[in-house]
């Protein structure tokens, strides 16, 4: 599976900003899918995730709960993460990845794919 993140960018606190996973290689509707964050000179970090098709349960980072929504677009073979609300300390590059497990997984190692990071910048 070949993912690919995008959506990133520059945006002031309080504003919005849409990233998209999109897969080849493999259906993403058939995978757990989690979003990722690393800030400069910090560990990576969860921030969302949702379980295969069928079952779509969600998992959020307590940092972003009710902030950020994950959810798929099974028709694009996509995963989107929705980022309200953001402030400074979102800042930070975004990975998506995946995993073929009926799980859903808040830790890196439950990740068998990953994707190359998007970079979000939030100025105060």
């Known amino acids: 599976v070949q993912l690919q993140a995008s959506g990133g960018g520059l945006v002031q606190a309080g504003g919005s900003l849409r990233l998209s996973c999109v897969a080849s290689?493999?259906?993403?509707?058939?995978?757990?899918v989690g979003w990722f964050r690393q800030a400069p000179g910090k560990e990576r970090e969860f921030v969302a995730a949702?379980?295969?098709?069928?079952?779509?349960?969600?998992l959020y980072s307590d940092s972003v709960k009710g902030r950020f929504t994950i959810s798929r677009d099974n028709a694009k073979n996509t995963v989107v993460l929705q980022m309200n609300s953001l402030k400074s300390e979102d800042t930070g590059t975004y990975y998506c990845?995946?995993?073929?497990?009926?799980?859903?997984?808040?830790?890196?190692?439950?990740?068998?794919?990953w994707g190359q990071g998007t970079q979000v910048t939030v100025s105060s």
């Open positions: 990845a995946a995993h073929r497990r009926p799980f859903i997984y808040r830790y890196a190692p439950g990740y068998e794919y």
């Open positions: 290689g493999r259906t993403l509707s058939d995978c757990g």
């Open positions: 949702i379980s295969r098709s069928g079952g779509d349960s969600t």
